[in-house]
C-alpha cells in the first residue's frame, strides 16, 4: 500500500507546487484577465486610506462605522477559490499600494466577505463597516465590491526579523504582505493535527527555545527575561484554513506533509512569506508561499550507545489501557483512558512496541499504564514485546494487583536472561506520599520499586516514579506556582518523602545503589529534582547529555520532564546516558489515534516507534560493582 500512497501524494505534491507557482505574490498567472494599471477607481465615494483604518494602536479607531477602502488583493482567503487545500478565512486580505510613511499603521485589512469574485492582483474598492473581531481590524457587512483592476504588481512583501522589541509591534503590519527571511525553527506543532499551525522561532541564546527553569533557577531573575524574549522570538505559520482537523496536511515548504516528506520540530524554516493575520490571540503568518525547509533535525533511528552491560531505561508510555469505555483503574469505577477501541488500541500497541523493543534495555521503568486488578495492560505489553523480540525475553515484575489508587499507575518489566529480581517489589503509597497536602485526593501515583542483581553479583534498585502533573491546580494555597507549574509542592513533598522512604531500604537490599526513574512533571532545575540532588542523588541526564537535554515539548519549549537519578553509591557505576528523541519532535497527526482523521491522514500512521508517546525514553548504562562479602 505505501507504493501508491506514496505515489499519489508525489502527484499532488505537484498540484500544489504548480498551483503555488500561479498564486504567489508577482508569479505569472496570478491575476485574473488583462494586466491593467493601478489606478484608482472611479466613481465618487470619499476613500478612507487603509492605514486611517488601522489606526496607530491596537484596534480600529474607526469601530462601528461605515467605510470605503481601496487596496490590491494581497491574500485570496475565500472558499472555493481553487487552491489545493481548501483555504477559507471568509474574505481576503487588501493592500493599499501607497502608504502614509507612519510605521505605527498598517497599511492591509481583512475584508470579511466570501462572496465576492476577488483575485490576487485585483485593485479593490469596498465599503463596508469598520470593526474589531477578536483583536483583528476588519471590514465586514460589505455593501459594495468593485474590482478596479487586474493583474495589478503587489506591494513587495515587507521585511521582518525575530525577535521582535514587542510583540505588539507586529500589529503595525497586520493585514500586510511580509516575509520573514531568517531560517526559524519549528518550535511547536502541538495544533498541527487540529488546526494546521506551526510555531516558528528565531534561535533563543544560540539554539531552540527552552524551559527557563531547566537550566535555571526558579527564582533567579533571568527566567521572567528568558520567557520574554522566547515570546517576541516566535511567530504561528497557519494554513490558511480555520477548520479543525484540516485534510490534506500542509507542510511548511507548501506541499503535503507525508510519511516521506515530513518536518520535525527542531527542523528549519526559512523565507516564510503570506499576509500577517491575527487570530486566537496570536500573531500569525497566513502562507501566499512555500518556506525553504531544511531538516536539520532527522530522525534517530536507535538511541545513542550508553556503554555498559546492564541499560535501564524509563518510558511514559502515553495511557495504554487494553480496556476501553468506562470501568477502568483498580476498583473498576473510573473511565478509561488512550485507544478508544480495539483498532486504536492495536496500532498503539505496536507504537509502543517498536519502540520498546529498539530499546534493547535489560529492565524498563513504565508510565501510564492502565492500574487493573489483574495487570493485564502490562501482561499485554509484555506478551507483545515477547513477540516482537523473542519468547520469554521479558517478564513484569508482579505486584500482585494495583499499584496505588489512580487509573495509571507505573510498571517495571526486566529481561530474565540478564536480571535476577532480589526479594519482592516494595511500593510506596503512603498517604504522606500519594497527598502530601492531605486535599483529599491522590495526586502523586504511587512508586514502585525493585531490586535487581545482575550476572555478576552487581546489585541496584530501580525505583519508577510519575509525580502530579503541572496541568491542573491541587487547590492548596501556595501550592500552585507561577514558575513551576500547578502542585508544585505536592511534587516537592513528594520527593522528600521518596527519599525517607529509601533510606528505610523498603525492598530488603541491603545495597545503597538506587536509580530513580520515571516522569517527575518537574524541570532539572525546579523544587523537586532539586530536594533529590540535595540529598546526593545525581542528575546523569545533566552528567551526560547536558542542560540542553529534553523529553518533552511544551509550548515551543524543550526541557525534560523525565528522569534518571542515580544515589551516590551507583552514580560512579554509570557508563552513560542518553534521551532518544522519537516522539517529543514528533507531529501528533501520525499517532495512533483515528479520531476526526480522514482517510488521507489515518494513512500517515506507521507501526514504528515515532510519536508513541509524547514523553521521549530515557536509557541508561551501568557497569555494576558487586558488593564486597564479609571479611
Not at 67 to 89: A, H, R, S, Y
Not at 464 to 487: A, E, I, R, Y
Request: aromatic content about 6%.
Amino acid at each position: 500500500m505505501a507504493g501508491p500512497v506514496r505515489s499519489l501524494v508525489g502527484a499532488l505534491a505537484l498540484v500544489v507546487v504548480a498551483w503555488l507557482a500561479a498564486t504567489s505574490p508577482g508569479a505569472p498567472g496570478a491575476a485574473r484577465g488583462p494586466a491593467q494599471a493601478a489606478a484608482a477607481c472611479a466613481g465618487a465615494d470619499v476613500v478612507t486610506p487603509i492605514h486611517v483604518v488601522q489606526g496607530s494602536g491596537a484596534a480600529t479607531p474607526l469601530a462601528g462605522r461605515t467605510v470605503t477602502v481601496e487596496g490590491v488583493v494581497v491574500g485570496d482567503l475565500q472558499p472555493d477559490d481553487g487552491d489545493p487545500f481548501g483555504t477559507d478565512l471568509g474574505g481576503y486580505f487588501l493592500q493599499a499600494t501607497e502608504g502614509d510613511g507612519d510605521p505605527r499603521t498598517s497599511e492591509g485589512l481583512f475584508v470579511f466577505d466570501a462572496a465576492a469574485d476577488v483575485a490576487v492582483g485585483d485593485r479593490v474598492r469596498v465599503t463596508g463597516r469598520a470593526t474589531e473581531f477578536n483583536g483583528l481590524t476588519q471590514v465586514d457587512r460589505v455593501r459594495s465590491t468593485t474590482v478596479c483592476g487586474r493583474g495589478v504588481a503587489l506591494p513587495a512583501p515587507t521585511r521582518l526579523t525575530l525577535p521582535v522589541a514587542s510583540v505588539s509591534d507586529l500589529e503595525a503590519y497586520e493585514g500586510m504582505l511580509v516575509t520573514f527571511p531568517q531560517a526559524l525553527y519549528v518550535a511547536d506543532h502541538a495544533d498541527f493535527d487540529r488546526f494546521g499551525e506551526v510555531v516558528l522561532s528565531a534561535p533563543v541564546a544560540g539554539g531552540r527555545p527552552r524551559q527557563p527553569t531547566a537550566y535555571l533557577d526558579p527564582d533567579d531573575p533571568a527566567v521572567a527575561a528568558a520567557l520574554d524574549l522566547a515570546a517576541r522570538s516566535r511567530i504561528t505559520l497557519d494554513d490558511g484554513r480555520s477548520v479543525q482537523n484540516p485534510d490534506p496536511p500542509r507542510h511548511p515548504h507548501g506541499g503535503f506533509f507525508a510519511l516521506d516528506d515530513l518536518f520535525r520540530a527542531g527542523d528549519t524554516v526559512a523565507n516564510v512569506t503570506g499576509v500577517l493575520h491575527f487570530a486566537f490571540g496570536s500573531y500569525r503568518v497566513q502562507p501566499t508561499a512555500g518556506a525553504d525547509h531544511v531538516a536539520l533535525n532527522p530522525r534517530p533511528e536507535r538511541p545513542d550507545d550508553v556503554g555498559g552491560e546492564v541499560r535501564a531505561a524509563a518510558f511514559n508510555v502515553l495511557n495504554y489501557f487494553d480496556d476501553f469505555g468506562a470501568g477502568c483503574g483498580p476498583a473498576g469505577d473510573d473511565d478509561c483512558r488512550g485507544a478508544d477501541d480495539a483498532e486504536e488500541f492495536a496500532r498503539q500497541r505496536a507504537k509502543v512496541v517498536a519502540a520498546l523493543a529498539a530499546l534493547d534495555a535489560h529492565v524498563i521503568g513504565l508510565v501510564e499504564i492502565e492500574n487493573d486488578a489483574d495487570q493485564g495492560a502490562t501482561r499485554d505489553l509484555v506478551a507483545a514485546l515477547n513477540a516482537a523480540t523473542y519468547p520469554g525475553a521479558y517478564q513484569p515484575v508482579d505486584t500482585g494487583g494495583p499499584v496505588g489508587g489512580d487509573a495509571i499507575r507505573v510498571a517495571i518489566v526486566y529481561r530474565p536472561d540478564a536480571l535476577t529480581p532480589v526479594g519482592p517489589p516494595a511500593v510506596l503509597d503512603a498517604p504522606a506520599f500519594l497527598d502530601p497536602n492531605a486535599t483529599g485526593e491522590e495526586r502523586n501515583r504511587a512508586a514502585l520499586a525493585q531490586t535487581f542483581e545482575d550476572a555478576g553479583g552487581g546489585r541496584f534498585t530501580v525505583v519508577v516514579n510519575h509525580l502530579k502533573s503541572k496541568g491542573s491546580p491541587c487547590g492548596v494555597p501556595g501550592d500552585d506556582d507561577p514558575v513551576q507549574g500547578d502542585c508544585n509542592v505536592t511534587r516537592l513533598l513528594a520527593a522528600r518523602a521518596l527519599h525517607g522512604w529509601l533510606a528505610t531500604d523498603p525492598t530488603g537490599a541491603g545495597d545503597p545503589d538506587v536509580l530513580l526513574l520515571g516522569d517527575l512533571n518537574a524541570y532539572a532545575r525546579e523544587d523537586p529534582v532539586a530536594a533529590l540532588r540535595a540529598e546526593g542523588y545525581v542528575d546523569l541526564i545533566a552528567r551526560f547529555v547536558g542542560e540542553d537535554a529534553y523529553t518533552y515539548l511544551f509550548d515551543g519549549r524543550l526541557g525534560y520532564l523525565d528522569h534518571a537519578l542515580a544515589s551516590a553509591t551507583l552514580a560512579p557505576q554509570v557508563t552513560g546516558a542518553t534521551v532518544w528523541h522519537v516522539n517529543a519532535d514528533e507531529v501528533d497527526l501520525i499517532d495512533y489515534d483515528t479520531t476526526f482523521k480522514a482517510p488521507a491522514q489515518d494513512a500517515l500512521y506507521a507501526p514504528d516507534p515515532y510519536r508513541s508517546s509524547d514523553h521521549d525514553p530515557v536509557v541508561v548504562g551501568l557497569r555494576l560493582t558487586p558488593a564486597p562479602g564479609p571479611p
